[in-house]
């Protein structure tokens, strides 16, 4: 650090929703970097694709698409990769890259609304499942229909906020002008901790590639 002063860090309050961290002596730049790579860059998982087999409701393909898309999904990010990042090179996508679930639903003499939990998983054991079964996505009348396959995907806020997994805030301590406090809170994608984690990750590799350019322009001078 460039004032030589020692980085302390204090987790002042966690409740699986948000966390509240103090940190000390960590250049205001570096704790920036990581709040916006928190909002825009650590992956979470959404539903990116939508085939629509049938569609009789009043909704149009695409708000209902849109609906779909903006469910947020616990996300399994140890074991799944953007799809742009994943070896297999096939649109479809493979175990790496894509969890596939079928939404089917009917209403008949009533009414029906249908929500999140109504989507089926082709693997009945996935653990990236919607983060709540009681999000509507929309309403049916008697007879109509609605028959979807829908693809989650790795994403990330920067491509598209539906991956944004939560938003984080930085502000100075009110005790001294080197206390700042990093506030983060999930919209359910991922813990909140695992979100600054990620974000200290993603800094570090940054940092990294950035030294790699460098002592690879030193050795072509
Ligand atoms: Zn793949």
Known sequence: MSSGEEVAVELL????KSVKVE?????LAVANAIRRLIISE?????VEEV???ENSS???NEILAHRISLIPFVSDIDR???PEECTCGSKLGCERCVVRYVLKAEAG???LTVYSRDMVPEDPNTSVVPVSGNIPIVKLAPGEKVELELYVRVGRGKKHAKWQPGIATLYESKEGPEKRILFVESFGFLEPKRMILEAIKILNKKVKELAYVIKGGEQHA
């Open 13 to 16: 309050e966690s409740d699986g």
């Open 23 to 27: 940190l000390r002596g960590v250049p």
């Open 42 to 46: 650590v992956p979470t998982m959404a």
């Open 51 to 53: 085939l629509v087999i």
């Open 58 to 60: 009043g909704m149009t």
């Open 80 to 82: 799944y990769v953007p």
């Open 109 to 111: 003499d009533q009414p």
